[in-house]
């Protein structure tokens, strides 16, 4: 404490003067003459590393920051200037930096591309339903937009809605039956002809499964069920295909011999007249059962099931079968040809930008070039902004490209940037001094622009 009294007094200011002293740069204590400074001790501070210094008060210079300095030619990225104050420079100002490409139409890392490098998210497509309401969140003309990936088809057991119709997995039950218990056979379209009042069932779907047990089938009775003329008809219990066998006879009575019972009355089927050949045996005269549905005869219930020309399988998927290329396969569906189930092809269309084969020659997408094509720049879909231009798969600006200046593939030479299509050297034009566009004063005195920055002459 009495060095610093000591000192004190010897400068003529007070000890908290001396102790709380006004810190400066060596430069500025040297320019002082040492010691006071508003009645305050300058005490120096460390000096600036030798990169930071300067010397002549007031100077500029240009200054960039980013990883490449190339990209301070591409818009929107541009050097700054730094200022020498106190011998030191200042910060980098004015400048503008590379940032992560982000959908907006603009070139935010300053590689000459725009929006390139956006990966695509996945996204639900408004007002669709089901497997339809799935998208891709793509980037087109500098917008995030949804775009829909899957379209409608058949429904299967999935526990999807691949038709989107809000629902899921109907009308997707396979008939089944235990054909060792007899009274059924299997056809070869998948649907069972029984006799009597056997009826095959169904294989339900059940989230997305299909269930292990047959619901709704009827097998043979273990022995005929003998009808007495009280009861309204005479019916095939054990499905051998003769009534009452074993039985009296009871000629006249009502009989029905189609499968299931329920089908009779229903569409043309109907019950007919017991006859007997014997005091047991008979035939059913003049019933009609239900037969395979026929949809060469269009509007008719042949099966007897309420519902008119519903063939199985008709409408559903069968690319499985079909010798077809591309959507004519994908699209191909079971219908009837000569009243017998049929794989129909789907007819070839026009080729369209969707990656999808829809002329069925066995090439995608052939006739758009997606190198160049402004409405499917680099994939399908990809639509360049106004002003925009399609280079090598990526939508330019060719106003501010260094890259396609005035044009894909034009590139400025090193040192030059692209200002509104013409390639200037930024670092002399006095039109366009750092940057595009900044054009350096001019008055009394003359400017002129060296080393990008606008200095006077």
């Keep these: 404490m009495g060095v610093v009294l000591a000192l004190a007094v010897a400068v003529g200011c007070s000890v908290d003067e001396f102790s709380n002293p006004q810190r400066k740069t060596t430069t500025e204590c040297a ?21 930071q210094r300067c010397t002549e008060e007031g100077a500029m210079e240009p200054c960039y920051e980013g990883a490449d300095p190339a990209t301070s030619l591409q818009p929107p990225c541009r050097a700054g ?44 497509v408004d007002s669709l339903s089901g497997v339809c309401a799935r998208g ?50 299997r056809n070869e379209d998948g649907n069972y002809t029984c006799q009597g009042t056997c009826t095959s069932g169904e294989f339900r779907c059940v989230a997305g499964e299909y269930a292990s047990t047959c619901d709704g089938s009827v097998t043979p009775a273990a022995e005929e069920l003998c009808s007495s003329g009280s009861e309204p008809l005479i019916q095939d219990e054990d499905c051998d295909g003769q009534i009452d066998e074993g039985c009296q006879c009871l000629a006249g009575a009502p009989c029905y011999t189609g499968s299931p019972a329920t089908t009779q009355n229903t569409g043309p089927c109907h019950a007919g007249k017991q006859t007997c050949s014997d005091a047991t045996h008979g035939l059913c005269n003049g019933e009609v059962k239900p037969a395979p549905e026929d949809c060469s005869n269009e509007g008719h219930d042949d099966d007897c099931d ?4 519903n063939v199985l399988l008709r409408g559903q998927p069968c690319a499985d079968t079909s010798n077809a290329l591309g959507a004519c396969k994908t699209g191909a569906v079971w219908d009837c040809t000569a009243g017998k189930p049929a794989c129909i092809d789907a007819k070839p269309a026009a080729e369209i930008c969707d990656s999808v084969d829809n002329d069925c020659d066995s090439h995608v997408d052939e006739g758009f070039v997606l ?12 639509e360049c902004g106004q002003g925009l231009v399609c280079c090598s798969g990526s939508c330019i600006d060719t106003k501010s490209s260094n890259l396609h ?23 002399a034009d006095i039109n366009h001094c750092g940057h595009c566009d900044t054009v350096c004063e001019r008055g009394l005195l003359s400017t002129m622009c060296a080393k990008s920055v606008c200095r006077k002459l």
């Design 136 to 185: 891709v969140q793509l980037c087109l003309a500098g917008d995030n937009q949804c775009v829909q990936v899957e379209h409608p088809s058949a429904d299967v057991c999935n526990d999807e809605d691949d038709d989107c119709d809000g629902q899921i997995d109907e009308a997707t039950a396979r008939p089944c039956y235990d054909l060792e218990r007899g009274g059924c056979q």
């Design 371 to 382: 190198d160049s094509d402004p409405k499917n720049c680099g994939k399908c879909g990809n």
């Design 31 to 51: 320019r002082d003459q040492g010691t006071l400074l508003e009645g305050k001790f300058c005490v120096p501070e460390a000096d600036p590393p030798n990169e």
């Design 81 to 124: 200037g730094r200022t020498c104050r106190d011998g030191a420079w200042s910060s980098c100002e004015q400048q503008v930096l590379p940032e992560d490409e982000t959908c907006n139409g603009t070139d935010d890392d300053c590689d000459g591309r725009v929006d390139e490098h956006i990966d695509p998210a996945p996204c639900g």
């Design 405 to 427: 200046c005035n044009g894909c593939g034009l590139a400025c030479d090193a040192g030059k940037t692209c200002c509104g299509g013409m390639c200037f050297n930024t670092a």
């Design 306 to 309: 309420g519902v008119m020309d």
